[in-house]
């Protein structure tokens, strides 16, 4: 097996991997066979298969409802927290309890599995760049990422076959990729505006270690925004300008999936033009009449001035929490695509009041960061260190519905805390411990990561000790074990393991489902062609798939998947050769692939 | 840990440099090819390395945990002092907070009036310098005086640090206090700290608290 690990970067809208180069020891991105380094992050379920990448970017007008695109703000997150957003978004996302999913292609799909379908590809294109299995890789995710985010990213790899042996923030991957050769020691602050989060981190590079002094962000901001803000103005206007055409017609572009997908898209096309451009001309063509106007930098900068101010505050509360001020940046660090726009690239100056490094490309960056992480990992580099703290503060729920925090934001990981607690009633059997994530004072505020209940023998009130203890890894997941010390009564959980196992039985049933399907359909084309006892192997092994698929054994649904797909094996083999027999004669189909 | 003076003045970028080395030698990042035992003992080293840093660089948290170390060492388990400010400082805080619930009932009816809003941040002020006196204090010529103190005088030094680290929680407190009356006096602020609570502790048989046993973050055992 090969030790190789590979560096991903899985963004919101394009995902990229690669590797250090033993020969140069420079990290390089592997491209695809036609020569691009972007993977669009997009997903288009079709009814001939999933279609991961440019093809599915060019479904994005075509089949709005079936193409997933920047699943990485769904990453982890709660109906709740999406719902807002998922107005705008023309793939149906499902209402409920629990992380969301989504219902694209006739199917249900959570956002894991969507990236595990990207990771997959960039998967097999290292693999084909190296010639053999590629079976590790870092991923990176934004910095303020929280906690169900991180596990949610994590699972995607593990679905694609992936062991992700470390979690990187996006920032900080950045600053190992200048750092190779392009930094100084001193205080470097990293501004990354992807396409749907934003990152801020102040770190001191010295003696090869890169400490992170603190983080902040927004997982919500990005150049996905800047597009919505663009596009729902173009409707505006649209509507302003060519209410004859769309009132004849009866046309309500803002209910129409396909209409808004290109209108976001031409917003996109629209918005990377005027970076290097001042003006520009937007046609768009929609039934009945062709929309075209002329747009400046200027309009495209009034509209978006107030999202860039957005990303100012988290650079001031960042320092702040590094206790430094503007003046103590040695160095700024341009990272992410939306950091190509000038205002952007303005305001960071104003804000730091020096010129940013962008000798690296802002789309690669992070990719080769996680690229040099990797290799560290590897054992190929040991003069470089970095060391990564957690973006947001963890604690416990105690009485009132107050958070104590145990591990504040900003402390650097790995980390353990371990805290005293006690019961407020007498002869109390149970204790609810709630774990939060957040900066807020009261627990409804936070981040509620999971509850578990520990088990204690009746004492009077105050009298149990319970010790909490948080250990938060060098990938920023949190384990939290309670022991009651009397007793010693244990539990302990890392947070969405139970969710992870909830998610692949769903995976493994719906493997079985499409399995279910094919050998449905097979019986019952060419249930004449095989002999009874065959008829009756298959039909006892679709039944026993059937009763493990009702039941939660996750091995028990994938040995029975497994033992269909063997059963129908040569039915599916006879009915392919009858299939083929029409137009190939009497020649075994095995016999014509074999020639291949 | 560190190979470091036991001496509240710390020299931070002799602390800095041997931090670095430290978290080189212990880092889980050279270590992964290690069996899974000795990565979780290598992680729990790495963990114990980070808090120790973290709280010697911070002359603040360095007295509190001088003040930790003390108190264990002789104090019986349980019987730990409660930390006491001055009894005037407590007067004066109490009529803080009286004046602060008037003028939270006053912007429960409506906006606070600009003469309150003035008082109280005219208050805030004056509460934030005398926090950061009280934290130069703490971190200046309280800490010297240890440092060069004799065992005898020793337990007075710590009694002034429990009082100054008391006084410290108080004044933080309150200013905290203000902060939110003063941000968002636009908002409801009547019951909303209580209410949504009750739901979730609605259970007659786990209202979960916490004890007032103050465990610590990762005591640091060099």
């Not at chain 1, 998922?86 to 969507?114: H, K, S």
């Not at chain 1, 981190?201 to 270690?209: A, E, M, T, W, Y």
């Not at chain 2, 060492?73 to 930390?83: A, V």
Request: charged share 30%.
């Amino acid at each position: 097996m090969s030790s190789r690990i590979i560096g991903i970067d899985l963004g919101t809208t394009n995902s990229l991997v690669a590797y250090v180069d033993e020969a140069t020891g420079l990290p390089r991105v592997i491209p695809d066979a036609d020569g691009r380094p972007l993977l669009p992050s997009v997903v288009a379920f079709t009814p001939d298969g999933i279609v991961v990448g440019e093809p599915a970017r060019r479904q994005l007008a075509r089949r709005p409802a079936d193409t997933v695109y920047s699943v990485k703000r769904l990453m982890g997150r709660g109906f709740e927290d999406v719902k807002d957003e998922a107005r705008y978004l023309p793939f149906r996302i499902l209402a409920g309890e629990g992380l969301v999913r989504l219902a694209v292609g006739g199917r249900e799909v959570t956002p894991p599995e969507v990236s595990a379908v990207v990771l997959k590809a960039l998967k097999e294109r290292a693999e084909r760049h190296f010639g053999e299995s590629v079976e590790k890789a870092v991923v990176t995710v934004p910095a303020y990422f929280n906690d169900a985010q991180r596990q949610a990213t994590k699972d995607a790899g593990r679905i694609a076959g992936l062991d992700v042996v470390r979690i990187v923030n996006e920032p900080t991957a950045a600053s190992l990729a200048y750092g190779l050769h392009r930094l100084s020691e001193g205080v470097v602050a990293v501004y990354d505006l992807g396409g749907g989060t934003f990152d801020v981190s102040i770190l001191r590079v010295k003696d090869g270690v890169f400490e992170v002094l603190a983080t902040n962000g927004d997982t919500h901001l990005g150049g996905d925004d800047f597009d919505r803000v663009l596009a729902l103005w173009l409707l505006e206007d649209i509507a302003a300008r060519h209410h004859t055409e769309l009132d004849r017609d009866c046309v309500d572009l803002a209910r129409d999936p396909e209409a808004m997908q290109e209108l976001r898209l031409a917003a996109e096309a629209a918005k990377i033009r005027l970076s290097s451009e001042e003006r520009t001309t937007l046609t768009l063509p929609f039934a009945g009449f062709t929309y075209r106007r002329e747009m400046t930098r200027a309009d495209l900068e009034r509209l978006v001035e107030p999202l860039v101010g957005r990303t100012l505050g988290p650079c001031r509360r960042a320092l702040a929490d590094a206790g430094l001020s503007a003046a103590d940046i040695d160095e700024v660090v341009l990272v992410g695509g939306s950091t190509r726009v000038p205002l952007v690239r303005r305001r960071v100056q104003e804000l730091f009041g020096k010129t940013p490094h962008s000798q690296l490309n802002p789309d690669e960056v992070v990719a080769l960061g996680a690229a040099v992480q990797a290799h560290i990992l590897a054992g190929g580099i040991t003069n470089m260190l970095l060391l990564d703290v957690t973006p947001l503060s963890l604690g416990i729920e105690s009485l009132g519905g107050i958070v104590n925090v145990l591990i504040p934001r900003n402390t650097t990981i790995p980390t353990s805390a371990r805290e005293m607690f006690t019961t407020s009633a007498d002869g109390q059997t149970l204790v609810d411990l709630h774990v939060l994530q957040g900066e807020r004072e009261l627990a409804k505020d936070c981040r509620s990561l999971g509850r578990f209940e520990l088990r204690i023998d009746p004492m009077p009130a105050g009298m149990p000790k319970i010790e909490v203890t948080f250990l938060i890894d060098a990938n920023g997941i949190l384990q939290v074990q309670a022991k009651e010390q009397r007793t010693d009564k244990e539990d302990s959980f890392t947070y969405a393991e139970a969710d992870v196992e909830t998610r692949m039985l769903i995976e493994a049933r719906n493997e079985a489902d499409t399995v279910l399907v094919h050998a449905g359909r097979a019986l019952k084309q060419g249930a004449h062609l095989v002999d009874v006892a065959e008829r009756a192997a298959i039909e006892t092994a679709v039944a026993a798939l059937r009763a493990a698929r009702a039941g939660d054994d996750r091995d028990r649904i994938h040995e029975a998947t497994t033992a269909v797909n063997r059963a129908t094996e040569h039915l599916a083999e006879v009915l392919m050769d009858a299939a083929l027999k029409g137009a190939l004669g009497s020649r075994r189909a095995t016999e014509i692939l074999g020639e291949r | 840990m560190f190979g470091l003076p036991r001496k509240l003045a710390v020299d931070s970028a002799e602390l800095q440099r041997r931090f670095y080395a430290l978290a080189r030698e212990h880092h889980p990042d050279f270590h992964q090819a290690a069996p899974a035992e000795e990565r979780a003992r290598i992680e729990a080293t790495s963990a114990l390395v980070n808090a120790a840093y973290r709280t010697l660089r911070d002359p603040i948290a360095r007295v509190e945990y001088l003040v930790r170390l003390e108190e264990g060492r002789e104090t019986k388990e349980g019987d730990i002092d409660k930390p006491k400010a001055p009894p005037a400082l407590l007067q004066e805080m109490f009529e803080i907070q009286e004046a602060l619930a008037e003028a939270r009932s006053e912007a429960a009816k409506g906006a606070l009036g600009e003469t309150t809003r003035a008082t109280l941040a005219e208050q805030r002020e004056s509460l934030r310098a005398r926090l950061k006196d009280e934290e130069t204090r703490l971190a200046g010529p309280l800490s010297a005086r240890w440092d060069s103190a004799a065992p005898a005088e020793r337990p007075a030094i710590l009694a002034a640090f429990k009082e100054a680290l008391a006084t410290r929680a108080y004044l933080r407190t309150v200013i905290a206090d203000l902060t939110e009356t003063l941000d968002s006096d636009t908002e409801t602020l009547s019951g909303e700290t209580d209410s949504g609570i009750e739901g979730r502790h609605g259970s007659a048989e786990a209202p979960r608290t916490r004890g007032g046993m103050g465990g610590h973050i990762g005591a640091p055992h060099q």
